[in-house]
């Protein structure tokens, strides 16, 4: 799974998730203005010098070009290392809301802490169900297991199912693992151990 961010200079961040890092460019071209000039690396983008400019940097040879850098884009990926590190565990049911909350942490990353606290409660006003409602419930009062939001190949959106759980089992040992056979421990009589050097009757 990838996720796919796009930044402006002095805009708004967009990133997807798709399984292909170039599945999500037909959603890409159509967020993108008549007469913007692309910056990427030598991936699979070629599709976007179609309609706009595209200025690509193989990072093999050079991190930046005196005509284009990537590491504006890149930069945001550090955040996602250090969400890892907050989350103890990124669950793939929710990929793309990780991916969403690093956008959002990227356009609020130079706002002090009360326009941070304002955009949050801005945020948190908005009506209309949540999607994390439902995960606690059960199914017959409404509740719901939520699957990923990727881009699919055709560029439009599609759900990923979400992996299967092992079966239940009534061993306490993993699934798979043969059990460890008894421990054999040698008896040793008293005509073996009155001739060990080690035997001291004082």
């Given at each position: 799974?990838?996720?796919?961010?796009?930044?402006?200079r002095?805009?708004?961040?967009?990133?997807?998730?798709a399984?292909?890092?170039?599945?999500?460019?037909?959603?890409?071209?159509?967020?993108?203005?008549t007469?913007?000039?692309?910056?990427?690396?030598?991936?699979k983008?070629?599709?976007?010098?179609?309609?706009?400019a595209?200025?690509q940097?193989?990072?093999?040879?050079?991190?930046?070009t005196?005509?284009?850098c990537?590491?504006?884009a890149?930069?945001?990926?550090?955040?996602?290392?250090?969400?890892?590190?907050?989350?103890?565990?990124v669950?793939?049911?929710y990929?793309?809301?990780?991916?969403?909350?690093?956008?959002w942490?990227?356009?609020?990353?130079r706002?002090?802490?009360?326009e941070?606290?304002a955009?949050?409660l801005?945020?948190?006003m908005?009506?209309?169900?949540?999607?994390?409602?439902?995960?606690?419930?059960?199914?017959?009062?409404g509740?719901?297991?939520r699957?990923?939001?990727?881009?699919?190949?055709?560029?439009?959106?599609g759900e990923?199912?979400?992996?299967?759980s092992?079966?239940?089992?009534t061993?306490?040992?993993?699934l798979?693992?043969?059990?460890?056979?008894?421990?054999?421990?040698?008896v040793?009589?008293e005509?073996s151990?009155?001739?060990?050097?080690w035997?001291?009757d004082?």
């Amino acid at each position: 799974m990838h996720v796919v961010s796009a930044r402006e200079r002095g805009g708004l961040t967009r990133a997807w998730v798709a399984k292909q890092e170039h599945h999500p460019i037909p959603q890409f071209m159509k967020a993108l203005e008549t007469g913007t000039v692309v910056f990427a690396d030598k991936g699979k983008w070629t599709e976007i010098r179609k309609s706009f400019a595209l200025v690509q940097v193989a990072h093999k040879v050079t991190y930046y070009t005196p005509e284009a850098c990537t590491n504006f884009a890149e930069s945001g990926f550090n955040v996602f290392r250090v969400l890892a590190t907050i989350h103890r565990h990124v669950v793939n049911t929710y990929f793309d809301l990780y991916a969403a909350q690093l956008a959002w942490r990227l356009d609020r990353v130079r706002m002090n802490d009360d326009e941070g606290f304002a955009s949050i409660l801005k945020a948190m006003m908005v009506s209309g169900r949540s999607e994390m409602a439902g995960y606690f419930l059960p199914k017959k009062k409404g509740g719901h297991k939520r699957r990923c939001q990727i881009v699919l190949e055709d560029g439009s959106n599609g759900e990923l199912f979400r992996p299967r759980s092992q079966q239940p089992t009534t061993e306490r040992r993993p699934l798979g693992a043969r059990p460890r056979p008894p421990r054999s421990t040698p008896v040793r009589d008293e005509a073996s151990a009155s001739q060990s050097p080690w035997r001291s009757d004082g």
